[in-house]
């Protein structure tokens, strides 16, 4: 009869684990104040097809503005689409990041029980070295001031 009572102890405490499990965090949400169940949509800007295993960030905005410790990533499906629920209501800073596209950043402010952002990533624009003529500046003035006609 010890064996059963010790397998009997074990199914309840597995029990008063799972319903803490499940009690808690609809209390904290209550304490917390409103939670937002969020869709992010991850496509190229230039044709709208999904960008697949885009890294989205998340970092919640403390006061002034100011990125507040801790985050969380998410990656992108196949389809470019990844979720998350009970995103408490407040600014939120969204980074998007994936290779061959341009970085994506910005501050949202969650206010709605469900909210889809879409994120369109461009391509990597030019990049310009100071060492090279890019044909954009201006030729040097080869005239010395003493040699321009007066106006």
């Known amino acids: 009869m010890t064996d059963m009572k010790k397998c009997f102890s074990m ?6 684990l799972l319903g803490v499990g499940l009690v808690g965090p609809a209390a904290a949400q209550g304490d917390d104040g409103p939670m937002s169940d969020l ?3 991850v496509v190229r800007d230039y044709n709208g097809k999904p960008v697949r ?5 998340l ?6 503005g ?3 410790k801790g985050g969380l ?9 990844t979720s998350i629920d009970g995103i408490p ?9 994936a290779p061959g596209f341009q970085t994506f950043g910005e501050d949202y402010q969650i206010d709605k029980p469900e909210l889809e952002i879409t994120v369109k990533l461009k391509r990597p624009g030019g990049q310009y070295s100071v060492y090279e003529n890019h044909g954009d500046a201006k ?13």
């Open 66 to 68: 100011k990125q507040a």
């Open 39 to 41: 869709r992010f949509v």
């Open 73 to 81: 990533e998410l990656k992108t499906d196949n389809e470019g689409r």
């Open 89 to 97: 209501y407040g600014p939120l800073r969204v980074q998007v990041l």
């Open 11 to 16: 199914v309840s405490a597995v029990i008063v």
């Open 139 to 151: 030729p040097p003035d080869d005239k010395k001031p003493a040699e321009q006609k007066p106006q």
């Open 53 to 57: 295993n885009a890294a989205v960030v």
């Open 59 to 64: 970092h919640p905005v403390g006061k002034k």
